[in-house]
């Protein structure tokens, strides 16, 4: 094998962005984000949302998704649209946003902490690739015009950026002040005059397509009838409709202080802020995550106005109403402020106060629940897949709640009551010896706690957790400009974009969507190389097979397609003498022992012998 085909996984990445390479929409996506920044608007984005390579990148976004395989009122999932062929696919999505009407959306509620119920909207499969044409067009354009302070739901941001924020703000800024505020059911009553209001404040000028978003948050929902307000939890494109909303709060908060734009000069060695706190301006920062939001404070007089203020703002502007239980100012020296599943407050520590941070109490029980009926489920079918899942909700949970200081101490509790659990639980089960995964060495190897063994898998250590400092968000990462893209993401060089072109444009007519898909999917991941012999592929001499042939059970799935030269795949498939002579004659040139090898692995999944080199 050569060395172009060596290292199929060269360049770090990030899928999303790989995906537009796959479809070749990177490049109006940074249009669209660059041209919002300068405040265009935009009257014809329609022809965005239903151009081929958007909607064929919209299949392959949502195809591996969780929630694809969650059925809608009409029973399909993405395993029902996967079997369309391309054009097929095209063509719905097309006619359908001809004149829009979105397909009932089913209800279904979830559990909520504190007993309630929250409920959901599971809109149909094929509205949710509706959605993801939108979403696609529309959140370059958006990006560039939210708050650097949100975190929720957007590219890159995560809750750990949020409560890095939140204790930067608390140490540095010495902000020992809390507004924690609460809007009632957020989702369930956005409205919607006011979001369309929003979107073409936001440069969205478009009218077919504020329509069609008008249908959408109008969907018929099963057994309730059609919503005068709110963006169903459960769309696709929800999310980035509530960013939009809450987006003039960010930007009315920051304008307090934060953003605040003064006439005054100020010199090199006095900051904007310094000069600031000299004036009447009261310092307050919002962090927010979704419908999730902070306002840190200096002092209570302060918090008090900002209160009463927001609370008045969201209903003169927005029409939303605040909890007035949740709704409180919290003062951080005394008593602990709860976001994201994190407690947080301040102690003395030398002369200074600094944050400290712990898994918030009912999440603590909530852990520790789960975990219980995880162990529940393996008492009741003790084999390595059930052992394995408990792993992984183990390693899960320590990875999101390492961002508290006092994270050891809080899993030490959920260990003390886990553990109880299994030992009474699996006492039969449990055994001395077994295997140790490479996770498991990799995370848990310095650790030296008691070992259990169910199905000869160790379980890890619930106690193997300590603090890792949340990292804050970098501004100098942004998927939709170049500069930006590159500190999370390469592109792949080895590949031709004139080939991937051609590879998108010219699907295998017959053949499904999943199979045209993940023949793109391959040309990148082998790196532009015939799979076989390594060597780069070119237009016309490209051909896409099947490891283990279809007559044999096989799928169109992305492992069990290869991309190879086409007398490559002609060798595979022979079977009469003279012309497996034929073609070897014509690609020994290229087949070295280690390509040989491969090549008769492909024979013997396909039921031929093996060609001896000659």
């Not at 979403?135 to 750990?160: D, M, W």
Request: charge should be positive; charged fraction near 30%; aromatic fraction near 10%.
């Amino acid at each position: 094998m050569t060395a172009l085909a060596e290292n199929y996984v060269e360049y770090p990445k990030k899928q999303k962005l790989r995906n537009n390479e796959y479809y070749d929409t990177q490049t109006i996506q940074d249009k669209l984000y660059k041209y919002s920044q300068k405040g265009y608007d935009f009257k014809n984005l329609m022809q965005h949302i239903t151009s081929r390579k958007n909607i064929l990148l919209a299949y392959r976004n949502i195809k591996r998704n969780t929630g694809s395989k969650t059925r809608g009122t009409n029973n399909t999932t993405i395993e029902d649209l996967e079997q369309w062929t391309t054009q097929k696919l095209v063509d719905y999505v097309r006619n359908k946003l001809e004149y829009y009407k979105p397909q009932p959306v089913r209800r279904v509620y979830i559990p909520k902490p504190d007993g309630r119920k929250r409920p959901l909207g599971i809109p149909t499969m094929e509205d949710r690739l509706i959605q993801q044409c939108m979403k696609q067009v529309l959140e370059p354009i958006c990006e560039a015009k939210f708050h650097k302070h949100s975190y929720g739901f957007r590219p890159n941001r995560s809750t750990k950026h949020a409560i890095a924020r939140i204790s930067t703000l608390m140490n540095r800024s010495k902000l020992h002040y809390s507004v924690d505020i609460d809007i009632k059911s957020f989702f369930d009553n956005v409205d919607h005059s006011k979001l369309k209001k929003q979107l073409w404040s936001m440069g969205i000028k478009d009218k077919k397509l504020i329509s069609i978003l008008g249908a959408m948050l109008k969907a018929e929902i099963e057994g309730e009838g059609i919503p005068n307000k709110g963006t169903p939890q459960g769309g696709i494109i929800s999310p980035l409709l509530s960013n939009i909303v809450l987006n003039e709060l960010d930007w009315w908060l920051s304008n307090q202080w934060e953003t605040f734009k003064s006439d005054y000069k100020y010199s090199k060695s006095k900051s904007k802020y310094r000069a600031l706190r000299k004036s009447n301006l009261k310092e307050i920062y919002i962090v927010r995550y979704a419908d999730d939001f902070k306002i840190m404070c200096r002092d209570y007089e302060t918090a008090s106005k900002i209160k009463v203020a927001t609370i008045k703002w969201l209903k003169e502007r927005l029409n939303l109403e605040v909890s007035k239980k949740k709704t409180k100012i919290t003062n951080l020296k005394r008593t602990y402020t709860e976001f994201l599943g994190i407690k947080l407050k301040v102690r003395k520590k030398s002369n200074e106060y600094v944050c400290k941070s712990r898994v918030a109490n009912g999440v603590k029980k909530k852990i520790a629940d789960k975990l219980k009926h995880q162990i529940k489920r393996i008492n009741e079918e003790t084999t390595v897949k059930q052992v394995s899942k408990l792993n992984s909700m183990i390693l899960g949970m320590q990875n999101y709640y390492s961002m508290a200081t006092m994270v050891s101490h809080d899993f030490r509790d959920i260990a003390f009551l886990v553990n109880k659990n299994i030992e009474n639980r699996l006492s039969s089960d449990l055994s001395e010896k077994g295997i140790e995964s490479r996770a498991f060495k990799k995370f848990y190897g310095k650790y030296n706690y008691k070992p259990y063994y169910v199905a000869g898998i160790r379980i890890f250590p619930i106690t193997g957790v300590t603090f890792n400092i949340p990292m804050h968000f970098s501004q100098r990462i942004c998927d939709y400009t170049k500069e930006r893209r590159e500190k999370i993401h390469k592109k792949l060089k080895s590949v031709s974009p004139v080939v991937q072109k051609y590879l998108v444009e010219n699907p295998v007519r017959g053949e499904t969507t999943k199979y045209n898909d993940n023949r793109i999917a391959r040309y990148s991941g082998q790196n532009g190389c015939c799979f076989i012999t390594g060597f780069p592929l070119f237009i016309g001499d490209i051909e896409c097979h099947h490891k283990k042939p279809r007559k044999l059970g096989g799928k169109d799935t992305y492992r069990n397609l290869c991309l190879v030269k086409k007398d490559i795949h002609k060798l595979i498939h022979a079977t009469k003498e003279e012309t497996i002579k034929l073609y070897y004659d014509k690609v020994k040139g290229i087949l070295d022992e280690d390509a040989l090898s491969k090549l008769n692995k492909l024979r013997a999944k396909a039921g031929n012998d093996c060609i001896e080199l000659t």
